[in-house]
């Protein structure tokens, strides 16, 4: 199958600083991009949809000044996460899709700890 | 707007039972539904992919069956190890690539 590659798997940072999360699919062109945020316990929300060359598009309740979506190619996309909070900490996933796949191939997650 | 249950949300089972995970969604207007299976603190390993048209899938243990008009799905799992043992998430398609999942099923399977 198909594979998507997701770093960091684990980032700790102070509050108030930036935070990079990249995913790339490694042998497909991605045309869609999916991120994904998981708390403890709870299944995955959908933050944002990104299609390759488009501005993101965001789930209702999601701030698209914090979390910064770029997919400039068709093999990464990335999220940034901007003056983190504590609240922000959580678990992002990305998935990846292309012409023709009827699967969604996921990231292996990065867990994100703001102190 | 489409809602995805999942029952139970635990379940503990000795080695070698076989056993039934349960999903359920609102709207029946699905493109396919998947299952995955997710290790603490890891990303989602694809198990099995049923089409909106199809009634059940087969993976080695694993059995999916779908029941689309009636916005129900199963994930049968013979001969239960505990290597099994981890979250299983549901995952209804439907405009777009968009997924919905539900909350998943925490699977232990004790020696």
């Known amino acids: 199958g198909a594979v998507v590659s997701q770093h960091p798997s684990r980032v700790i940072c102070k509050s108030g600083t930036s935070v990079k999360i990249e995913c790339r699919s490694l042998d497909f062109q991605a045309t869609t991009m999916f991120w994904y945020r998981q708390f403890p316990k709870q299944s995955l929300m959908l933050m944002a949809t990104s299609n390759e060359g488009s501005k993101a598009t965001y789930e209702q309740g999601v701030e698209k000044d914090k979390f910064l979506i770029n997919h400039a190619s068709l093999t990464l996309s990335t999220l940034t996460v901007t003056s983190a909070h504590p609240e922000d900490s959580s678990f992002y996933i990305c998935?990846?899709?292309?012409?023709?796949?009827?699967?969604?191939?996921f990231g292996s997650g990065t867990q994100l700890s703001v102190l | 707007k489409q809602e995805v249950t999942q029952i139970p949300a635990a379940l503990s089972v000795p080695e070698g039972e076989n056993l039934v995970l349960n999903c359920s969604f609102t709207d029946s207007a699905i493109y396919n539904l998947q299952w995955f299976r997710q290790d603490p603190g890891k990303g989602l390993t694809s198990l099995l992919l049923?089409?909106?048209?199809?009634r059940e899938q087969t993976s080695g243990r694993l059995n999916a069956s779908l029941d689309k008009s009636s916005g129900r799905s199963t994930l049968y799992i013979a001969a239960s190890q505990p290597g099994d043992s981890a979250t299983y998430l549901c995952a209804v398609r439907t405009s777009g690539s968009r997924l919905t999942f539900g909350e998943g099923t925490q699977l232990t399977v004790n020696p």
């Open positions: 049923i089409q909106s048209s199809q």
């Open positions: 998935s990846a899709t292309g012409t023709g796949y009827e699967k969604l191939f």
